[in-house]
């Protein structure tokens, strides 16, 4: 239980500093969203509260916030790709 609460707090300021960042790095485009950014916490405290409950490690949910973020980052060039390959077939 002690592994998930800590969790819980962890993965909460992990989202609290992620939140925060998002907004520094958008400061001039973007007005601080409270709404968005309190998801951002909900969303760090979930992550961490699954970690600590399945009792695993930082570089355990390391590894596999890795794996997860290439997955997206080949996802999301591969439909780059090929979008722009299809839009320069339409032409």
Known sequence: MMEMVSGIFAGTVCGAVTALLGYAK???????????????VVVGAVIGGVSGY??????????????????????YLKKAILRRVMRNERK
Request: charged content about 20%; cysteine-free.
């Open 54 to 75: 399945y009792g695993w490690s930082y570089s355990r949910a390391e590894e596999w916030a890795t794996n997860v973020g290439l997955i997206t980052l080949v996802e």
């Open 26 to 40: 958008s400061v001039t485009v973007e007005k601080f969203n409270p709404k968005k950014a309190l998801q951002t």
